[in-house]
């Protein structure tokens, strides 16, 4: 199935995990820590307390978005980190009391989820040394760039999650498939399945940081 399918088909932890993990494997950007959002992971499993994910949510903000002193204007952010802040911003305050097996998930968590995969697959694009603002052409090309015009790249990620993955960069290849897997395991094993999902998401950050980390010190 495609990434599209999966989330058009997730139940309410499916797409809280998906959403969560999107944002967890990007928090590099944002100058946090491996331990920030375990308390959200907490939240989501069998047993876990989903009516505190709104506390432990804004928890997580204040340390990811320090309020800036007085007198102090808030830092600018380049466009990967602006993108993994849209997705802390846009998480939902709360989740349904007792997350479904089935039946009709919430609207606003499929909107967040779909939001953080997208959103993900840019942040991985745009940091990827092989792939940069443009797209990788089948052949092996170098694609159009945003300053062409209209950004190819990104129809390129629209058309992946749908199906069609050719002509991605690493970095967003690999970042489509982890999407994929994960929601493949929440379908197949529900909450019991959330250990292999941290997992799988703590190894993309630990990417990704690697990645943030060596451009950091090539702009030194």
Same mark, same amino acid.
């Given at each position: 199935?495609?990434?599209?399918?999966?989330?058009?088909? !997730?139940?309410?932890?499916?797409?809280?995990?998906?959403?969560?993990?999107?944002?967890d494997?990007?928090?590099?950007l944002?100058?946090?820590?491996?331990?920030?959002?375990r308390?959200?992971? %907490?939240? =989501?499993?069998?047993?876990?307390? !989903?009516?505190?994910?709104?506390?432990?949510?804004?928890?997580?903000?204040?340390?990811? +978005?320090?309020?800036?002193?007085?007198?102090?204007?808030?830092?600018?952010?380049?466009? *990967?980190?602006?993108?993994?802040?849209?997705?802390?911003?846009?998480?939902? !305050?709360?989740?349904?009391?007792? =997350?479904?097996?089935?039946?009709?998930?919430? *609207?606003?968590?499929?909107?967040? !989820?779909d939001?953080?995969?997208?959103?993900?697959?840019? +942040?991985?694009?745009?940091?990827?040394? %092989?792939g940069?603002?443009? =797209?990788?052409?089948?052949?092996?090309?170098?694609?159009?760039?945003?300053?062409?015009?209209?950004?190819?790249?990104?129809?390129?990620?629209?058309?992946?999650?749908?199906?069609?993955?050719?002509?991605?960069?690493?970095?967003? *290849?690999?970042? =489509?498939?982890?999407?994929? +897997?994960?929601?493949?395991?929440?379908?197949?094993?529900?909450?019991?399945?959330?250990?292999?999902?941290?997992?799988?998401?703590?190894?993309?950050?630990?990417?990704?940081? %690697? +990645?943030?980390?060596?451009? *950091?010190?090539?702009?030194?």
């Amino acid at each position: 199935m495609s990434l599209v399918e999966l989330i058009a088909g !997730a139940d309410e932890r499916g797409l809280a995990a998906s959403g969560l993990g999107c944002l967890d494997r990007c928090v590099p950007l944002l100058g946090g820590d491996d331990e920030v959002l375990r308390p959200l992971w %907490a939240s =989501l499993g069998e047993g876990g307390d !989903a009516v505190e994910w709104g506390d432990r949510l804004e928890r997580a903000r204040a340390v990811l +978005v320090p309020e800036p002193g007085p007198g102090e204007a808030a830092p600018a952010a380049d466009e *990967a980190a602006a993108l993994a802040l849209r997705m802390l911003a846009a998480a939902p !305050a709360d989740l349904p009391d007792k =997350l479904q097996g089935g039946g009709p998930p919430d *609207a606003r968590l499929r909107e967040w !989820a779909d939001l953080c995969s997208l959103s993900a697959l840019r +942040v991985h694009r745009l940091l990827d040394p %092989a792939g940069g603002r443009g =797209l990788l052409d089948p052949a092996g090309g170098r694609g159009k760039g945003a300053g062409d015009g209209a950004d190819p790249a990104d129809d390129r990620l629209t058309a992946s999650r749908a199906g069609a993955a050719d002509g991605l960069s690493p970095l967003a *290849a690999a970042e =489509l498939r982890r999407q994929i +897997v994960i929601l493949e395991l929440l379908a197949g094993r529900g909450a019991a399945g959330l250990r292999q999902v941290h997992g799988a998401t703590t190894e993309g950050r630990r990417i990704l940081r %690697a +990645v943030v980390s060596r451009r *950091a010190r090539g702009r030194n």
